[in-house]
């Protein structure tokens, strides 16, 4: 009795492309896709030919206009896409109208003996990594039509009546040149659905945008792939943030913030230390003119110091150098004002600019015995001006909250202008485009 393993069997012979003749011609055919290949277009003559038939029967001829096309990846050009070897072996140009204008794109069929048929789809630098859908997608109508693929939502792109304009290679089906097909495409980027309706038939496929960089490195092409032209209807965005995914942060925290300054607001003291009124004599010298206010206390903890003036000033300004001094300690805080108001009417209406009243916060003050130092200035035309100075510890102060809001904000609006801004280029040329509303229309 033989103790020895079963032989293995006799691995599957590897597939040859077989080797044919334009009846047309005579040039050389070589079917790369075996006994699949339904017709096969002769490069030389632009014959359709009959691939079943064992005479490649003549089925449509075409005066190639396109001559000069050329596919930017060769037949016969093989590379490893997704995991996988193929090779291609049919390319075709096809062509919708709109508006009393053409737009081309070109399709590669890629073939690989143990997986079969697969699809490259270019359109001005943007490619798609083709495949039929292995389930029937669901269609639902409703003011825009969608489709659902495999549990993902696609919203209704366009749909066109598509002409095959120039063919090459060969095709797994009865390929014709001014074949006409309705296409219906959906979008969920960076994914593609498309409906294909002709002769009765529907087909099925999605697509996946797939960057001319890795079309290179695949199929190993020279040079460098054509830069993209525009926004293509699957293309994703440039930025992987999401808006959702800046704004809800920022409503977070914007919230927090709003909290603080209520906080900030309810907790602050706000307490009046002082409070005095004067007047100011323009003819008066200006060194006769500077004098010190009563002694005030600021109690508790380190704080800010709030001094407001508020002026008579109509038509007019007053100038006011402060200086804020520690009666103990000697340290001063120096600072100058100008209330200023002015008034009147013109061929527009009435106008006005400047106000009676200033605020001006000094931070960090710590407790101690106060008083003022105030120079004031006046214009000569107006020789007498009542004010009033008030000074106020621990006053609520709100607008680093705005600053520190607007610098959030910012990069948040941005974020949203260019996420907004690439989906109406990307749906200006579908039939549902984003407009904006102007009083006009």
């Keep these: 009795m033989s103790t020895g393993t079963p032989p293995l069997p006799n691995p599957p012979a590897?597939?040859?492309?077989?080797?044919?003749?334009?009846?047309?011609?005579?040039?050389?055919?070589?079917?790369?896709?075996?006994?699949?290949?339904?017709?096969?277009?002769?490069?030389?003559?632009?014959?359709?030919?009959?691939?079943?038939?064992?005479?490649?029967?003549?089925?449509?001829?075409?005066?190639?206009?396109?001559?000069?096309?050329?596919?930017?990846?060769?037949?016969?050009?093989?590379?490893?896409?997704?995991?996988?070897?193929?090779?291609?072996?049919?390319?075709?140009?096809?062509?919708?109208?709109?508006?009393?204008?053409?737009y081309d794109w070109h399709e590669y069929l890629l073939f690989n003996p143990y997986k079969g048929f697969r699809y490259l789809s270019e359109y001005q630098g943007h490619w798609n990594d083709i495949s039929v859908c292995k389930d029937l997608p669901i269609v639902r109508s409703a003011l825009v039509s969608s489709a659902n693929y495999l549990g993902e939502s696609y919203r209704h792109f366009q749909t066109a009546e598509a002409t095959t304009g120039y063919v090459i290679g060969e095709f797994p089906w009865q390929v014709r040149v001014g074949e006409r097909?309705?296409?219906?495409?959906?979008?969920?980027?960076?994914?593609?659905?498309?409906?294909?309706?002709s002769s009765g038939e529907t087909t099925w496929s999605v697509g996946e945008y797939i960057y001319p960089k890795e079309i290179w490195e695949s199929f190993r092409l020279p040079g460098k792939p054509p830069e993209p032209i525009g926004v293509f209807e699957n293309q994703p965005a440039p930025s992987t943030v999401k808006v959702k995914q800046v704004w809800?942060?920022?409503?977070?925290?914007?919230?927090?913030?709003?909290?603080?300054?209520?906080?900030?607001?309810?907790?602050?003291?706000?307490?009046?230390?002082?409070?005095g009124s004067y007047q100011m004599h323009a003819g008066e010298p200006k060194g006769e003119a500077s004098f010190v206010t009563d002694v005030f206390e600021l109690k508790g903890r380190t704080s800010n110091v709030e001094i407001k003036t508020s002026a008579d000033v109509s038509n007019s300004w007053i100038y006011l150098?402060?200086?804020?001094?520690?009666?103990?300690?000697?340290?001063?805080?120096?600072?100058?004002?100008?209330?200023?108001?002015?008034?009147?009417?013109?061929?527009?209406?009435?106008?006005?600019?400047?106000?009676?009243?200033?605020?001006?916060?000094?931070?960090?003050?710590?407790?101690?015995?106060?008083?003022l130092r105030i120079e004031p200035e006046a214009d000569a035309r107006h020789p007498q001006i009542s004010y009033t100075?008030?000074?106020?510890?621990?006053?609520?102060?709100?607008?680093?909250?705005?600053?520190?809001?607007?610098?959030?904000?910012?990069?948040?609006?941005?974020?949203?202008?260019?996420?907004?801004?690439?989906?109406?280029?990307?749906?200006?040329?579908?039939?549902?485009?984003?407009?904006?509303?102007?009083?006009?229309?």
């Excluded at 097909?181 to 309706?197: F, G, I, K, N, R």
């Excluded at 102060?397 to 609006?413: D, I, M, W």
């Design 248 to 275: 809800t942060p920022f409503l977070l925290l914007a919230i927090f913030l709003l909290g603080l300054m209520a906080f900030n607001e309810i907790a602050a003291t706000k307490d009046p230390v002082f409070n």
């Design 321 to 371: 150098n402060y200086a804020l001094i520690n009666q103990d300690t000697g340290q001063a805080w120096d600072f100058g004002r100008e209330v200023s108001y002015y008034s009147g009417r013109d061929s527009d209406g009435s106008w006005t600019e400047g106000s009676r009243n200033d605020t001006v916060t000094v931070p960090s003050v710590a407790a101690g015995h106060y008083y």
């Design 181 to 197: 097909a309705v296409v219906t495409d959906y979008v969920h980027a960076p994914h593609l659905l498309s409906c294909e309706q």
């Design 14 to 102: 590897k597939p040859q492309t077989k080797a044919l003749n334009c009846p047309q011609c005579g040039a050389a055919i070589t079917l790369r896709s075996f006994q699949q290949a339904v017709t096969v277009v002769c490069e030389s003559c632009h014959s359709i030919l009959d691939a079943k038939d064992p005479t490649l029967k003549i089925l449509q001829q075409f005066q190639a206009a396109t001559s000069e096309l050329k596919p930017q990846i060769p037949l016969g050009t093989r590379g490893k896409l997704r995991g996988t070897d193929y090779e291609v072996i049919g390319f075709q140009r096809r062509s919708i109208e709109s508006d009393g204008l053409r």
């Design 389 to 441: 100075v008030l000074v106020r510890r621990d006053v609520p102060v709100f607008k680093f909250y705005g600053y520190a809001l607007l610098a959030l904000f910012l990069p948040v609006l941005y974020i949203t202008f260019k996420a907004i801004s690439f989906e109406r280029a990307r749906w200006a040329e579908s039939d549902h485009p984003m407009v904006l509303k102007t009083e006009d229309s």
